[in-house]
């Protein structure tokens, strides 16, 4: 935690947000906030609070149930082959970019992880004004169920970007 200044934090095999010696999450007052597993997962357990961008990238990354990942002044982006949103993601009148980590790999919205390519599911667990999915080295987007935009908060414009196609199964 720090009052001002960025926090930015390297690690190869993975790592846990939690609490450690009576501090619980990541917290700056004034900066941003850049997690990076190289080869692993990432695990919010704890709340991740900046006023700046907040960037994640694993090869999952996983935001548990009660957890938020907030910014008040800019976006939140994520990058992995695989994102679970049981927690909440942040950044009201802001853009949430959620995208694959490995290029040309399938994105699945809305199924299990492992069904195939890049699951990304939780998408009502987002609070922006833009909710940008894949980039242009995405592979095929699929959407697997159902996504009801009055389950969207806040957000009013939806973008699925990728290289290939996109179809829906729902």
Not at 24 to 51: C, F, K
Not at 92 to 107: A, C, D, F, N, Y
Not at 110 to 133: C, H, M, Q, V, Y
Not at 135 to 144: K, L, M, P, S
């Amino acid at each position: 935690n720090t009052t001002t200044g960025d926090i930015e934090f390297v690690e190869a095999d993975g790592f846990t947000v939690t609490e450690v010696c009576g501090v619980e999450g990541i917290r700056t007052g004034s900066g941003s906030v850049t997690l990076t597993v190289t080869n692993g997962p990432l695990s919010v357990e704890n709340n991740i609070e900046a006023t700046g961008h907040i960037e994640l990238s694993a090869n999952s990354v996983s935001v548990s149930s009660g957890a938020n990942v907030l910014t008040t002044a800019e976006g939140i982006s994520i990058t992995a082959d695989s994102v679970d949103l049981a927690g909440t993601l942040s950044a009201s009148g802001q853009t949430v970019v959620l995208k694959q980590k490995t290029p040309g790999q399938e994105i699945s919205l809305g199924g299990a992880a492992g069904a195939g390519g890049p699951t990304f599911s939780g998408l009502s667990n987002i609070t922006a004004g833009r909710l940008e999915i894949g980039d242009e080295n995405a592979g095929a987007i699929t959407v697997v169920s159902d996504i009801d935009p009055r389950s969207l908060s806040g957000i009013t414009t939806f973008c699925l970007r990728t290289g290939s196609t996109v179809t829906a199964t729902a």
